[in-house]
């Protein structure tokens, strides 16, 4: 009977302590929740201490949410400091998002002096768009000297572009020496891309001696593709003494292979000789 009795008691107990321990889980749960604004909060089973932990979080994360111009905050929470110390933000924000040209800049904010450094501001940021040529450049706004300046620059920009064969090179702006200058760099980029091979090359373009150059450029790759097997390799462009070492090399490269059994191996290239001395492959 007291066995009986301390089973009973056991069991009690352990269920006691499980019912105990998931409300002590539900319990925080729900403190997590609340401390992090979260809808499924249970207010009504927090502790006196509890509440006053969330009421401060709610208060920190609104004054965040007004920091951050969020639609959430409400400025009626805050306190008469809180409150001077967003406005000083905003202020300060607004300040920095029109010196950067921003669409968020509420102009009708700014001081005078405040106005007159983003009138600054903007001259600086047009002149800039202006001389590198990206973005909205507004000419009529420049000062005869900047104007200088932007065309000096848009002239260079031009010769640069014409030199190195971009896009937006203009020819018809550019002086006479500028003209031979970038004639010179076509000239001795279509020469380097013969040489190396590259399909900008135009042949009717180089000089006797440029051709002669080109043409031994070209015959050492194709001498290299036929020696590496290369499917660009022209067989009919070697000499008879290039095809001849070639074939010599590729003799001995079937006789080899036939002999050691690995590799492609054509037996009918053999010479009788050669064939002879080949054990036959037993299967």
Not at 95 to 102: E, K, L, Q, R
Not at 262 to 281: F, K, M, N, Q
Request: proline fraction near 2%; charge should be negative.
């Amino acid at each position: 009977m007291k066995s009986k009795l301390r089973t009973l008691a056991q069991v009690v107990c352990f269920s006691l302590c499980c019912v105990m321990a998931f409300a002590s889980s539900d319990t925080a749960q729900n403190l997590d929740a609340c401390l992090h604004g979260r809808e499924v909060c249970d207010h009504s089973t927090l502790t006196a201490a509890q509440s006053v932990e969330v009421a401060r979080a709610d208060h920190r994360r609104d004054i965040l949410n007004c920091r951050n111009g969020y639609d959430s905050c409400n400025p009626s929470k805050l306190t008469g400091s809180e409150a001077t110390a967003l406005a000083v933000a905003d202020h300060q924000r607004n300040v920095s998002d029109c010196n950067d040209g921003m669409l968020s800049c509420n102009r009708s904010k700014l001081t005078q002096s405040e106005a007159a450094e983003m009138a600054v501001a903007d001259h600086q940021r047009n002149l800039a768009a202006c001389k590198d040529g990206i973005g909205a450049c507004d000419r009529s706004i420049l000062t005869l000297v900047e104007i200088g300046e932007v065309n000096a620059v848009t002239h260079q920009r031009n010769v640069s572009d014409c030199n190195i064969d971009a896009g937006l090179c203009d020819h018809s702006k550019l002086t006479p020496s500028e003209a031979r200058e970038v004639i010179a760099a076509e000239h001795q980029r279509n020469t380097q891309s013969c040489q190396n091979g590259w399909d900008e090359c135009d042949h009717s373009k180089l000089t006797p001696l440029e051709s002669i150059h080109t043409a031994s450029a070209e015959h050492r790759r194709n001498l290299s593709a036929c020696r590496s097997g290369e499917d660009t390799c022209d067989y009919s462009k070697l000499t008879p003494p290039e095809a001849k070492v070639l074939a010599d090399a590729e003799h001995k490269r079937n006789y080899a292979a036939c002999r050691q059994g690995y590799g492609y191996c054509d037996l009918s290239r053999l010479t009788a000789a050669e064939a002879r001395s080949i054990r036959p492959v037993r299967r």
